[in-house]
């Protein structure tokens, strides 16, 4: 990270674990960073009617040198330019130049995705997997990543859910569901042949549908009933373009989890509370 950006990005990290006087100053410059960083230690206490000196305790908290180390880091968050274009790595290339790439395309991916997402879309596929009696998520190669990722989350909050990356295993799986079911299809692509087969199954069990596969029209997307997408990031010689579209299908799975939980909320806190037990009893 560079040491004249990133201030902003701390500040939403640690906010919540912050003393209650410190907090109230975070959060104000949250809400207000352009405002913030022509204020003074003194002014912005007054702002946030805390003091200067718990300005300073903020900014050492944050482990910053000073309150114009954090102006500067937060000024350089406001500066920074949106990336246009993704970049590939270069023969023997600096370390420090493929961190910022790799990122950077990430960062873009993810923008794209939040953009071209659907929210009626998307609360159509929170309505479907807060009703159904069991969920199955299909990915292969890249994508079970994302499928399993589901997987994992989802049965934390006590959803009846299972992925697969076996073809067999998912179609039999899928032969004795029905419409009370969900099945959610995982391709970039959009025209992986074991998932299309699959979910042509699961349409026609009467099972609810839902893809995410990169936008654009596809074969997954054309059988599903709720289509989600994720940026169509450009290939690069080495994949990068694949790695951040794995990262945007795990953003959607992380949406997915967060509108669900919000849903359900009080049964979900109470399903990740017991969970959360029964991982420390086995830890004691």
Request: aromatic share 2%; with cysteine.
């Given at each position: 990270m560079s040491p004249t950006k990133g201030g902003l990005v701390i500040l939403k990290e640690m906010v919540n674990s912050l003393p209650p006087s410190e907090r109230k100053i975070a959060t104000y410059i949250l809400n207000n960073p352009e405002e913030s960083i022509l204020l003074t230690a003194l002014s912005l206490g007054e702002k946030s009617q805390t003091s200067s000196a718990a300005v300073i305790r903020l900014c050492k908290s944050l482990g910053f040198s000073g309150f114009q180390e954090?102006?500067?880091?937060?000024a350089g968050d406001l500066?920074?330019?949106?990336?246009?274009e993704y970049r590939d790595i270069e023969p023997n290339e600096d370390f420090k130049n493929i961190i910022d790439k790799v990122t950077?395309?990430?960062i873009q991916t993810?923008?794209?995705?939040?953009?071209?997402?659907?929210?009626?879309?998307l609360e159509q596929a929170v309505t479907a997997l807060a009703n159904a009696n069991s969920i199955i998520f299909i990915g292969f190669g890249a994508s079970y990543i994302a499928a399993r990722d589901a997987e994992q989350k989802l049965m934390r909050i006590n959803k009846n859910v299972f992925s697969f990356s076996d073809v067999h295993m998912a179609a039999t799986s899928i032969a004795n569901k029905g419409p009370e079911d969900v099945v959610v299809g995982i391709s970039f692509s959009g025209n992986t042949q074991e998932a299309v087969k699959l979910l042509k199954l699961a349409r026609h069990k009467n099972a609810t549908t839902i893809s995410i596969t990169k936008?654009?029209?596809?074969l997954v997307n054309q059988i599903s009933d709720i289509q989600l997408y994720t940026s169509a990031a450009r290939e690069a010689t080495f994949r990068s373009g694949a790695t951040s579209s794995r990262i945007a299908q795990l953003h959607v799975i992380d949406i997915?989890?967060?509108?669900?939980a919000s849903k359900e909320y009080d049964e979900t806190i109470k399903h990740i509370d017991e969970t959360r037990e029964a991982i420390s009893f086995l830890r004691d």
């Open positions: 954090l102006k500067i880091r937060v500066q920074a330019e949106t990336v246009e950077s395309n990430t993810l923008k794209e995705t939040v953009d071209i997402m659907s929210e009626k879309n936008y654009g029209n596809s997915l989890l967060m509108c669900l």
